[in-house]
C-alpha cells in the first residue's frame, strides 16, 4: 500500500526534475551556438545527439559484457523508431514543424536514409547472396560516423567579430561545456527515475514484465530525446531539436551499433531486423517527404505517431 503511495509520488518528482533539467540544458546549449559558432542543427547533430545517445551506448555496453549483443541491437532499432515516429509525431501535432525545413536537414535526413540501408547488408549475407562479416559491416558504421561528425563540425553559422579577449572566451566555452555536462546528467538520473518508478506501479498493478521490459524500458531509453527537443521548441530552436533526433539516430545506427558488431560479432537474429528496420525506413521516409514539401504538418505529426503505435501493435 505504502509502495502505491511513495512511487507516483517518485515519479512526479523525476517528471518535473526531468521537464527543469531539459530547460537548464537547453539554454546551456544555446550558450554554446553563441561561443562556438556552430549552427543550431549542426550543434543538434553533433554535440546534443551523442548525449543524448548516452543510455543506448550504456545499453550496448552490458548486453556486450553479458554476451547479448543481439539485446543492443533490438534497443538500437527500436529507440530510432520512437524517436523519428514519437518524438517528431508529437513535435508534429502540436505544431512545431510545420516550417521547418532547410537544405542542411534535408541533407542530413539522405545521409540518415542511406546510413539505414548499411544494416541490410546483414540480411543480404544471412540469405547467403554474398557474405559480409558483422565485423566489416561495424567498420563501415564507424567510418561513416566519423565522416558524418567531421562534415558537420565544418559547418559554421556567421560569427560577429569582438574584441573579446580570446582567454576569455576559452574560458566561457569550456565553462558552457561543464554546464552543459552537469545538465544532462540530471536529465539522465530523471529519466532513470521516471522508468524506475513506471516499471514499479505498473508491476504493482499486475501489468506482465515483458510488456514492462518491451514498452516502458523501450521508451526510456529515448525520453532524453523527447524531454530535451519539446523544450528546444518550446524556445524557438526547432532546428536544434529536428538535428538532436537525425543526429541521434544516425549516432545509435553509426558509432553504438558499429560498435555492438565490431566487438562482439554475433549470428543475425533476422526477427530483430525483419521487424523493426522496415518501420525505421517508412518512418524516415514519411519524414523525408513532408520535410522536402516545407515541413511536418499538423497530419504529418498524426502519420508519425499513427506508425508509431501500429509498431507497438504488431512487434
Not at 509502495?3 to 512526479?12: K, M, T
Not at 548516452?54 to 554476451?67: C, N, S
Not at 576569455?168 to 544532462?184: H, N, P, R, Y
Not at 530525446?225 to 523544450?231: C, I, P, Q, S, V
Amino acid at each position: 500500500m505504502i509502495e502505491l503511495i511513495v512511487n507516483p509520488l517518485i515519479l512526479a518528482f523525476s517528471l518535473f526534475l526531468l521537464a527543469s533539467t531539459s530547460h537548464f540544458t537547453i539554454k546551456s546549449i544555446e550558450k554554446l551556438i553563441g561561443l562556438s559558432g556552430l549552427s543550431e542543427a549542426s550543434v543538434g547533430f553533433v554535440i546534443l545527439a551523442v548525449l543524448t545517445s548516452t543510455p543506448e551506448m550504456t545499453v550496448a555496453l552490458f548486453a556486450i559484457l553479458q554476451g547479448e549483443p543481439g539485446i543492443s541491437v533490438g534497443d538500437i532499432l527500436g529507440s530510432n523508431v520512437f524517436n523519428m515516429a514519437a518524438v517528431l509525431g508529437i513535435l508534429g501535432m502540436l505544431g512545431y514543424l510545420k516550417t521547418c525545413c532547410t537544405d542542411l536537414l534535408i541533407e542530413l535526413t539522405d545521409i540518415l536514409l542511406i546510413t539505414t540501408l548499411i544494416p541490410l547488408l546483414l540480411i543480404i549475407s544471412h540469405f547467403h547472396i554474398f557474405d559480409v562479416a558483422s565485423p566489416v559491416v561495424g567498420v563501415i558504421l564507424l567510418g561513416t560516423f566519423l565522416i558524418n561528425t567531421y562534415l558537420m563540425t565544418k559547418k559554421r553559422t556567421p560569427r560577429v567579430k569582438a574584441n573579446a579577449d580570446k582567454t576569455v572566451e576559452k574560458e566561457s566555452l569550456k565553462k558552457a561545456i561543464t554546464i552543459l555536462l552537469l545538465g544532462f546528467v540530471g536529465v539522465v538520473i530523471a529519466a532513470r527515475l521516471v522508468v524506475y518508478s513506471g516499471s514499479n506501479i505498473a508491476l504493482l498493478l499486475g501489468v506482465p514484465p515483458i510488456l514492462i521490459g518491451a514498452k516502458v524500458v523501450a521508451i526510456g531509453t529515448s525520453l532524453p530525446e523527447l524531454t530535451l527537443d519539446f523544450a528546444a521548441v518550446r524556445r524557438g530552436r526547432v532546428q536544434l531539436a529536428i538535428g538532436d533526433v537525425i543526429g541521434s539516430n544516425l549516432t545509435n545506427l553509426t558509432l553504438v551499433l558499429g560498435l555492438v558488431l565490431l566487438v562482439s560479432p554475433f549470428a543475425v537474429d533476422m526477427t530483430i531486423f525483419t521487424e523493426i528496420l522496415p518501420f525505421l525506413m517508412i518512418t524516415t521516409v514519411i519524414f523525408w517527404r513532408f520535410l522536402t514539401r516545407g515541413g511536418v504538418s499538423q497530419v504529418g505529426g498524426i502519420v508519425l505517431t499513427m506508425t508509431y503505435i501500429l509498431f507497438q501493435a504488431v512487434t
